[in-house]
């Protein structure tokens, strides 16, 4: 094996089948053991194959080579699960947002787009903006109500702001671009 992988490290892609053909169904059954999905282990063992191929330099030898592709496996799931979960946050916020601006607009009240930016923020800067944005609370009684100190709660409306300005001037500068866009 060490040979192939001397082999595969040099380029040759022979070495390279090789190293895949031994690996490849090994990996493809760990993979469906940890994933418990067919089609996402296969998805899974060609993505490691693929980082195999782009890091095989930095294989050491000093674990067998099947435990250094787990690794790269293990990682490389766990990266997935991560843009999933994070994917799926992410369009569970979408749809509340879009029920809150059906609700707001069925009711004929304001909604506007420092709401939608608002909408994106994490509760705990969401929650300290708007109560002393729009419902005007000091510091020290924002900090009594989510019980945090004052100066937490500055600071968390301080970020908040800056990430809300930021999106609503790039929100700005696509409608710029747009509009430019179609004058032309």
């Given at each position: 094996?060490?040979?192939?992988?001397?082999?595969?490290?040099?380029?040759?892609?022979?070495?390279?089948?090789?190293?895949?053909?031994?690996?490849?169904?090994?990996?493809?059954?760990?993979?469906?053991?940890?994933?418990?999905?067919?089609?996402?282990?296969?998805?899974?063992?060609?993505?490691?194959?693929?980082?195999?191929?782009?890091?095989?330099?930095?294989?050491?030898?000093?674990s067998k080579f099947s435990s250094w592709l787990i690794t790269?496996?293990?990682?490389?799931?766990?990266?997935?699960?991560?843009?999933?979960?994070?994917?799926?946050?992410?369009?569970?916020?979408?749809?509340?947002?879009?029920?809150?601006?059906?609700?707001?607009?069925?009711?004929?009240?304001?909604?506007n787009d420092a709401l939608t930016v608002l909408g994106k923020l994490s509760e705990g800067l969401r929650v300290p903006i708007i109560l002393k944005h729009y419902y005007g609370y000091s510091y020290e009684e924002i900090a009594d109500m989510m019980k945090i100190l004052p100066g937490t709660v500055k600071s968390r409306v301080h970020n908040g702001l800056v990430i809300v300005r930021r999106e609503l001037k790039m929100d700005e500068e696509t409608e710029s671009y747009d509009s430019k866009r179609t004058t032309r």
């Open positions: 094996m060490d040979e192939w992988i001397r082999k595969a490290k040099e380029g040759d892609h022979h070495a390279f089948a090789f190293l895949f053909k031994e690996n490849y169904p090994f990996l493809v059954k760990y993979l469906m053991k940890v994933t418990m999905n067919p089609d996402t282990a296969e998805e899974l063992a060609q993505e490691t194959m693929a980082k195999c191929v782009q890091k095989i330099q930095l294989y050491n030898g000093k790269i496996a293990t990682n490389t799931y766990i990266d997935q699960c991560r843009k999933k979960k994070r994917e799926k946050n992410w369009l569970g916020q979408e749809e509340i947002n879009r029920r809150l601006k059906w609700h707001f607009e069925s009711r004929n009240e304001e909604w």
